[in-house]
T-cell receptor, first 115, second 116 residues
Framework: AQKVTQAQTEISVVEKEDVTLDCVYE???????LFWYKQPPSGELVFLIR??????QNEISGRYSWNFQKSTSSFNFTITASQVVDSAVYFC????????????FGGGTRLMVKP | GAGVSQSPSNKVTEKGKDVELRCDPI?????LYWYRQSLGQGLEFLIY????????KSGLPSDRFSAERTGGSVSTLTIQRTQQEDSAVYLC??????????????FGPGTRLTVL
């Protein structure tokens, strides 16, 4: 069985602070995929990133960066110099390498960035 | 291009009534998914369609739930004899291909179902 845990249910920061959202996963598969999605107040899930289990390179996209560590089964997400527009619920998700690729989601972390 | 669309955006129904929720995936996407987002259960997979293959219904919570996909495009999720615990946001997603490879899924805005 697969499981994704986002231990932080809610984080509040002041604008321009850096913030890291934690994600820990469990799977017995050797090939799998990890995702981060953003859900702003409008409700629509927005794709942010996908990583496969064989690529542990960290990735940076503007103010966003991701740290994938197989040794600790973690896929953490850092926002540098946070902005009010970053306020949203962020979901980490896992899929198997099989037909369907259904996503197993973590419980989400609500990020509130205050001006 | 147009994204995934869902209708209605909101649905209020009485316990025991049947409801139908509709999803229009992105044109050309062969894979279609239904998920449910509720306070108690978080985001959970319900059902998956890939082309003309038999759907994967492994996530449906009970036999009151069913879904179909006509012509490999539009999908309808039907909940019969609704219960209060069915209250949730029902999300549809589509993907260019649902085969092994971890393709990105594009989500619609969801239908908020409230069962009184």
């Amino acid at each position: 069985a697969q499981k994704v845990t986002q231990a932080q249910t809610e984080i509040s920061v002041v604008e321009k602070e850096d913030v890291t959202l934690d994600c820990v996963y469990e799977t017995r598969d050797t090939t799998y995929y990890l995702f981060w999605y953003k859900q702003p107040p409008s409700g629509e899930l927005v794709f942010l990133i996908r990583r496969n289990s064989f690529d542990e390179q960290n990735e940076i996209s503007g103010r966003y960066s991701w740290n994938f560590q197989k040794s600790t089964s973690s896929f953490n997400f850092t926002i540098t110099a946070s902005q009010v527009v970053d306020s949203a619920v962020y979901f980490c998700a896992l899929s198997r390498n099989n037909a369907g690729n259904m996503l197993t989601f973590g419980g989400g972390t609500r990020l509130m960035v205050k001006p | 291009g147009a994204g995934v669309s869902q209708s209605p955006s909101n649905k209020v129904t009485e316990k025991g009534k049947d409801v139908e929720l509709r999803c229009d995936p992105i044109s050309g996407h062969t894979a279609l998914y239904w998920y449910r987002q509720s306070l108690g259960q978080g985001l959970e997979f319900l059902i998956y369609f890939q082309g003309n293959s038999a759907p994967d219904k492994s996530g449906l919570p009970s036999d009151r739930f069913s879904a179909e996909r006509t012509g490999g495009s539009v999908s309808t999720l039907t909940i019969q004899r609704t219960q209060q615990e069915d209250s949730a946001v029902y999300l549809c997603a589509s993907s260019p291909q649902g085969l092994a490879g971890g393709s990105e899924q594009f989500f619609g805005p969801g239908t908020r179902l409230t069962v009184l």
